[in-house]
């Protein structure tokens, strides 16, 4: 894992930033994806990138089996006294995306809330890798990058040198400015990182929010997408 945004994000946690909500987009993945041929308390669901666990949190309260991961350690110990105080289970673990501490074959369900695309591609692409290795045959990942359509897709600067897209840091227009580097996807550039990992594309959203109450219209541009283990 870069350890700039380590440090960028264990900063954001260890100030107390927390999220308490579930997201619901990650609420409906769970519940549209999981199978139904099963008891709720056997399907098994992974969220990488955890932060303090909102969404996982969420899902053990309707009974599922959760784990989760972060590299931010005050993320992780902030979701292991929530769970505690409320009596819940889960697997919490500081870990990185792109060496799950997981066997092979062992989740029905993996959820990333934007989380991988905070990550340069030298991780990022494992990552995914990862994931597609954990997931149970025909396991679905929730994948939900940012859009180069995003106005910070064109802020800051790229490694390799893009004008737009890519991995981004020094960020200074738009909503990702001052979170270390972003990463900024294209349509094709989503299909090639699935299907190279072995997955294939079941659903592919793209949304974009305009800030209208900004000079420039401020967009914030992310796909949601849905992908099946072959």
């Keep these: 894992m870069n350890s700039s945004q380590q440090t960028v994000w264990e900063k954001i946690y260890a100030d107390g930033q927390a999220n308490m909500a579930p997201w619901t987009h ?6 549209s994806e999981s199978p139904k041929n099963i008891p709720t308390n056997e399907i098994r669901i992974l969220e990488v990138g955890c932060g303090t666990a909102s969404n996982i949190f969420f899902a053990a309260q309707m009974g599922f089996r959760v784990a989760g991961i972060d590299f931010a350690p005050s993320a992780i110990d902030f979701a292991k006294k929530r769970f505690q105080e409320s009596h819940l289970v889960g697997d919490l673990r500081v870990a990185d995306a792109a060496a799950l501490p997981f066997d092979d074959n062992s989740f029905d369900l993996v959820l990333d809330r934007a989380a991988l695309c905070s990550c340069p591609e030298s991780v990022l692409v494992p990552a995914i890798k990862e994931a597609y290795r954990c997931l149970k045959p025909k396991g679905k990942f929730f994948f939900n990058p940012y859009s180069s359509r995003s106005s910070s897709a064109a802020s800051g600067q790229c490694a390799n040198g893009r004008l ?30 699935l299907t190279v990992a072995g997955f294939y594309i079941k659903k592919m959203e793209h949304v974009e929010i305009v800030d209208v109450t900004q000079p420039l219209r401020s967009i914030s541009a992310s796909w949601r997408v849905t992908a099946v283990k072959e």
């Design 26 to 31: 990650a609420v409906t993945f769970m519940f």
């Design 164 to 193: 737009v897209g890519g991995y981004r840091t020094n960020i200074t227009e738009g909503v990702f400015t001052d979170i270390g580097g972003v990463c900024f996807f294209d349509e094709s550039e989503i299909q090639s990182l």
